[in-house]
């Protein structure tokens, strides 16, 4: 079965740091565009950060530049996100979601879209 | 950065009813936006992509349209398993932008 699983989630400090994971199985994450995207408790989805497949290409959301780091370890084909100075408009659930082009079978369009997404890892920033 | 501007923000429907949910984009973006959706406690799930084609899977009483800024997603009739909350997100940038979500409640 295609599946990503995230964790690393928990309560921290403000100001503090934490760092997610992603693994896949059913594929390898290390041959796809990865992004991480997060909801913050009753509020809508957010796009945090993305990184492309061949590592080359990394773009963040303003409200994070800066204060979280997307990374990959292709030999443990895993995903991170190292996030630090987080305050409490970071608490929210992240979720790691494979980017992957698909095509119109009728006009041959091809479009980038999150097509598997993990289950998610909360994350609360309280003191 | 795109905007992406969904309305309603939230509705109202029964079983069976016909349910239309917009998004607006800031500037055009040709066919690049997709919608997922989200039920509470759940991972968010691709419904349409590129506008207007269908993830495989997913029933076909769901159908997406539009191009340029103006888009629609449309549930022909909608069942129990529905109601849920819907985001539309374009995928013409490198800094992606959902809209801030259509809830569908039951009436």
């Known amino acids: 079965e295609v599946q990503l699983v995230e964790s690393g989630g928990g309560l921290v400090q403000p100001g503090g740091s934490l760092r997610l994971s992603c693994v896949a199985s059913?594929?390898?994450?290390?041959?796809?565009?990865m992004n991480w995207v997060r909801q913050a408790p009753g509020k809508g989805l957010e796009w945090v950060s993305y990184l492309s497949r061949g590592g080359d290409s990394i773009y963040y959301a303003a409200s994070v530049r800066g204060r979280f780091t997307i990374s990959r370890d292709k030999a443990k084909d895993s995903l991170f996100l190292q996030m630090s100075s987080l305050t409490d408009e970071d608490t929210a659930v992240y979720y790691c979601a494979r980017e992957n082009s698909l095509k119109d079978l009728r006009d041959g369009f091809v479009t980038d879209a999150f097509d598997i997404w993990g289950q998610g890892t909360m994350v609360t920033v309280s003191s | 950065d795109i905007q992406m501007t969904q309305s309603p923000s939230s509705l109202s429907a029964s079983v069976g009813d016909r349910v239309t949910i917009t998004c607006r984009a800031s500037q055009p973006i040709s066919s690049y936006l997709n919608w997922y959706q989200k039920k509470p406690g759940k991972a968010p799930k691709l419904l349409i992509y590129g506008a207007s084609s269908l993830q495989s899977g997913v029933p076909s009483r769901f159908s997406g349209r539009g191009s340029g800024t103006d888009f629609t997603l449309t549930i022909s009739s909608l069942q129990p398993e529905d109601f849920a909350s819907y985001y539309c997100?374009?995928?013409?940038?490198?800094?992606?932008?959902f809209g801030g979500g259509t809830k569908v409640e039951i009436k």
């Open positions: 059913g594929f390898t994450l290390s041959g796809y565009t």
């Open positions: 997100q374009e995928s013409y940038s490198n800094t992606i932008t």
